[in-house]
């Protein structure tokens, strides 16, 4: 621990590492004890940066005058079965850019806490422009955390002392910090806000729908491609899943996006794939299979150029849309907050789309938002 450390009051809670069932129920039981169940706050470490299949790794977790690390893959799911139950008894519970995290509880447990109150939407409804956990305690409280674990593999045992640092410090100031924040936005009356903008993110997040089958393998400059390079480009990316299946990799470490891409045009052009020379043995082999059976396919079996759309293609009006920019950039302005946390790009063009209804139009516009743009949709009978 260091100087600043030692003499940060934020280090003088209790911490404790909870990897088998009876501890973590012996923790629950001693917390229950205290009958205080007012306010928690959670992060999460997963392993999509080394593993196939993403799996929940470490949950952080604390309480007012308690940190704690509880470990999933040690204590295994039965005895995690504790945890929703546990998370759900309290009032309050505080993250931070809690998309994914959300995303992982409802992967593992099929659960997700009711509200759950995000210090990094706070921030933004604050004005704050560097929102990461990082930024905002140096601003607050100027400390510099260590960013060394960020892409650390959290699924191996054990773990080290730098990592379990840098875990804990993922919720040591939380608490603290939304408490500030909730100060200062009702203090600007824009808690509301607040609660709203919280429960419409994880609403968001499981909403999503997943990719089908005809959108997984089309990586990012799949557009630019022929419909034989496509075909190429898909042989190569089932490819590719398969590898990392058997090896239990993220594809980023079996090859590149960028890779695939390349070998696609390249079939198509040159009709070789030239693979990157990392590429050997039976990975190799099985690579060559795939292009050999994909040269097999008829053209009329190649896929689409074209998605099909979720929804109408909109009939944005571009005046009506550069009117309603110009506005919510101004209200922006007075506010002190980014012109994106009023209104984003995509919820201004529906609103100025002729073709859909009223009810369309307005979906994901938040009720605030619609308050704050209501003089402009009013002037422009939206």
């Known amino acids: 621990m260091s100087h600043v450390a030692q003499e940060d009051p934020f280090y003088a809670v209790a911490e404790r590492y909870i990897e088998t069932e009876p501890q973590l129920r012996d923790y629950i039981d001693q917390v229950a004890a205290r009958s205080d169940f007012a306010t928690c706050s959670v992060d999460t470490e997963a392993d999509s940066m080394h593993s196939y299949e993403t799996k929940l790794c470490l949950i952080q977790f604390s309480i007012p005058d308690e940190l704690a690390i509880i470990d999933p893959l040690s204590i295994g799911p039965e005895g995690m079965r504790l945890f929703p139950d546990f998370i759900d008894r309290f009032d309050t519970l505080w993250m931070h850019g809690a998309d994914y995290d959300i995303a992982m509880f409802d992967m593992t447990f099929d659960w997700v806490p009711e509200r759950i109150l995000d210090t990094q939407i706070a921030a933004r409804l604050l004005g704050v422009e560097r929102f990461g956990l990082g930024n905002l305690l140096d601003s607050e409280y100027g400390v510099k955390v260590s960013k060394q674990s960020q892409k650390a593999d959290w699924s191996r045992r054990p773990l080290k002392e730098k990592m379990l640092a840098y875990a804990y410090n993922d919720v040591r100031y939380l608490l603290d910090l939304g408490e500030r924040y909730v100060t200062r936005l ?12 919280c429960d419409a993110a994880k609403d968001a997040v499981l909403e999503r729908d997943g990719k089908s089958d005809d959108e997984v393998w089309r990586v990012s400059g799949w557009g630019k491609l022929s419909r034989r390079s496509l075909h190429y480009l898909r042989s190569l990316w089932r490819w590719r899943d398969r590898v ?12 590149s996006n960028q890779e695939l891409l390349r070998m696609a045009v390249s079939l198509d052009e040159k009709d070789a794939a030239n693979p990157p020379p990392y590429i050997r043995g039976g990975d190799r082999r099985r690579l060559d299979a795939a292009i050999e059976e994909a040269r097999l396919v008829p053209e009329k ?9 979720k929804g109408p293609r909109l009939e944005i009006d571009e005046s009506l849309f550069n009117r309603l920019r110009k506005f919510r950039n101004r209200a922006a302005t007075d506010l ?8 984003t790009r995509s919820v201004m063009e529906r609103l100025c789309s002729r073709n859909l209804s009223d009810e369309e139009r307005y979906e994901g516009l938040l009720t605030w938002q619609r308050e704050i743009l209501a003089p402009c949709l009013s002037e422009l009978e939206i």
């Open 186 to 197: 009702k203090e600007l009356g824009r808690h509301d806000w607040f609660i709203e903008s």
């Open 244 to 255: 990392c299946q058997r090896r239990d990799r993220p594809a980023f470490k079996v090859i």
């Open 301 to 309: 079996e190649y896929p689409s150029k074209r998605l099909l759309a």
């Open 336 to 343: 002190g907050i980014e012109g994106t946390v009023i209104a």
